[in-house]
Structures are given as C-alpha cells and as structure tokens.
C-alpha cells in the first residue's frame, strides 16, 4: 500500500505534477512528511495539501474488513488450496474436507493408539485414482520405526475399496505408488531430505508421511526428550517443503511421561523393556507431546489420538478454521472408523490433554486388528 504511485491515485492533474516534480512519487513519500513540510516543498497552500493527504491516505489504506469476512475469506482459501479426504465424516467436516494441502499435520498420542494406521490409509486414499475421490499420485513414507506394513495396507483397500482391489493387478499397482524411505539416523534423514524436496515434483508425489519425528530425535539423544535446537532446521525445511509443493504434509508425534521429579521417558520406548510393564493410568495427568513447543508452534492441524476409560478418541486440537472437536473411533478391517460423526466440542485443559487411561490394546500390525 506504501508503494502505490501517487500519479496513479486520481489527484488533480495540477497537484499531482507538483508531487512528481518534486520528486514525491509513492504514497510513502508524502505520508513521512507534515503537512507544513509538504507545504514548503510544494509551495502550496495549506488546504490543497491538506486534501491531497487525505485523498492519499484514504486511496493507500486498506478498507476495514469485519471478523466475519475474514473468516469467510479464510474458509474459502482453505478449500482453493485443496484437501486430502480422510473418509472419516465428522473429521473432514471439521477440516472443511481433510488434511489440508501445503501445511503440516501432527498425529500425536501414545504408542500403539493408531497413528500408524491412519498414516497408512492417508497413504493409501492419496494413491486412489481421482475418479475414487483420491488424489492419483505418489506417496513418500518415511518409515523411521519400521512400522510400514504393504500387506495391512492392501487390507484397508480391500475392505475399503473391493471394486478397486479386486480387479486383477491393482493392488500391486496402489502398493507402487508408496515410495518408503527407511531412514536409520537423523543424520540419514537430513541428507536425504534435498533429494525429497526434489523428488517431490519428479515423481509426481500428492503426500509425504513421516513416521515419526520422534523417534529419529529420541534416536540421537537417548532417553531424555528431544533438545529443541536440534529440531529448528528440520522444523523449517518441513514446513518449506509442505509450502512448496502444496501438497499434505502428516507427521507423527509420540508422547513422553513427565514426573513430579520432571524426568521424562518415551513410552514406546518402554514397550521395548525387559522389564514388567508400568500401569498405564498412572501416567495419565503426565503425558506430553514428545517434541516441544517450537515444533508445536510449526504445525497447522494437530490430531490427537488418546484413550479413555477403553474408549479411543482422535481430538482435532488445533486448527484456524475450526473449534476443538472429538470423535469416539475405533480400528477396523477398513482402518480407523469413526463411532460418532457428530463429535463433541471440547473447551478448557482437555484441548490440550493427552489421556492413556483403561488402554491395553496393541495393534497387530499383520491384520491391523488390536488385541
């Protein structure tokens, strides 16, 4: 707005040559002056200077635009920039019709909740054919726990989508289009992701999973949660290549167990012990994301997966677009399923919360059924 050309605001042509000759060209110009300079340097009048600034200033402004048109206007951009449907009803409501493209998604919750499953069927519904509502194209899975499972994601499609996967040689071509990174170390993965960003457009990528964050961080530093300085450029290069190729970006976060005594372990760390398993409940009030307020600060949407007296819930716990929400879900043949599409509005401290109460259930990745 500055830099709107004063030549171009529809002054009287006889004041307009005045501003031009005195070299006050752009709006600026003539706004870092008083009204007494200005008269000085033009050698006009008072009144004539006086109403030129106001003509400037109104021309050079933004209009005032009320909470509701901005809202509007933001709902409408989100559906320009396009959605990966997730078929769960309720949720993609709320999303204004899925995972959004060009910002970064979080799954977080405890380990063996479901994260790995909806990534998964992300995964798959992103491969779809468009005239299946998917979205036709690749899909880089960056495996960090070695979780991916070709067989439980063929079995989502054919529980899902029979008409697709049972016509001769489909399933192998949905599963080509799955392209999954192993990496080993954080090291590995930072000097793989030039060659993502590049990949990205050469192979015609729709979505880019990253499962998990986490463990790579936990990986480097041990038991202790991960040190925010070792995230920032990571952060960064994420959200840049989300941004660039306007595609969805979905990352997985785990959670850590945090102590009157502020000690911090990963509970699906703890899933590899020796040792007897602690009661989950007890670390109820204490869980939080694995990776900290920066990283939280960096993503759009965040999905939390939890449980609750045995019942699962995924909480849409942030989002610009939409009020928190939760929805009662369960794990199927079919992948995650919602129980209720209604959902409930959450307020106060359960936004935010991370409940692994009552939950005993772990996931067998071979038929994706919990037990």
């Keep these: 707005m500055a830099n709107k050309l004063i030549s171009q605001m529809g002054l009287p042509k006889s004041i307009a040559n005045v501003f031009a000759a005195r070299n006050i060209i752009t709006a ?31 021309i050079s402004c933004p209009s005032f635009q009320t909470a509701l048109s901005l809202l509007e206007q933001r709902i409408q951009n989100e559906y ?59 899909v880089i899975y960056i495996d960090v726990e070695s979780k991916f499972s070709s067989k439980r994601m063929i079995e989502m499609g054919v529980n899902s989508f029979p008409e697709i996967f049972h016509t001769e040689g489909m399933a192998k071509e949905m599963a080509g289009r799955i392209l999954v990174l192993q990496p080993a170390s954080l090291f590995e993965f930072t000097e793989s992701l030039q ?33 925010q300085h070792a995230l920032g450029w990571h952060i960064s290069f994420i959200k840049s290549l989300a941004e660039f190729s306007r ?43 694995a990776l900290g307020i920066q990283w939280a600060h960096a993503v759009s ?9 045995g019942q699962r819930f995924i ?11 939760a929805f009662l879900f369960d794990i199927t043949g079919s992948g995650i399923s919602l129980l ?5 509005e959450m307020t106060g401290p359960d936004i935010n919360a991370i409940n692994f109460q009552g939950h005993s259930g772990i996931i067998n990745f071979d038929t994706g059924m919990t037990r």
């Excluded at 960003?197 to 790579?216: F, G, W």
């Design 28 to 58: 600026k110009d003539a706004l870092s002056l008083t009204e007494f300079e200005l008269m000085e340097l033009l050698d006009v009048g008072l009144a004539e200077v006086t109403l030129a600034l106001a003509h400037i200033s109104e």
């Design 80 to 138: 320009l920039a396009g959605h990966l449907p997730t078929r769960l009803k309720g949720l993609d409501a709320a999303l204004c019709g899925g995972i959004p493209f060009g910002v970064v998604t979080e799954l977080v919750g405890p380990a063996g909740i479901g994260k790995t499953q909806f990534c998964l069927k992300l995964a798959l519904l992103a491969s779809l054919p468009s005239s299946y509502g998917g979205l036709d194209g690749r």
């Design 195 to 227: 060659q993502i960003k590049v990949s990205l457009l050469q192979h015609h990528v729709k979505l880019l999973i990253i499962d998990s964050m986490t463990a790579l961080v936990s990986g480097e530093n041990g038991q202790g949660p991960p040190r």
């Design 247 to 289: 595609i969805p970006v979905v990352v997985t976060n785990q959670v850590r167990s945090q102590g009157r005594d502020e000690a911090s372990r990963y509970l699906f760390q703890d899933q590899n012990r020796t040792d007897a398993p602690e009661d989950p409940t007890s670390f109820d009030s204490h869980l939080v994301a």
């Design 301 to 309: 949407i965040r999905l939390v997966l939890e449980s609750r007296s």
């Design 315 to 325: 909480k849409l716990a942030k989002s610009s677009i939409s009020s928190p929400m």
């Design 340 to 344: 209720d599409d209604d959902g409930v």
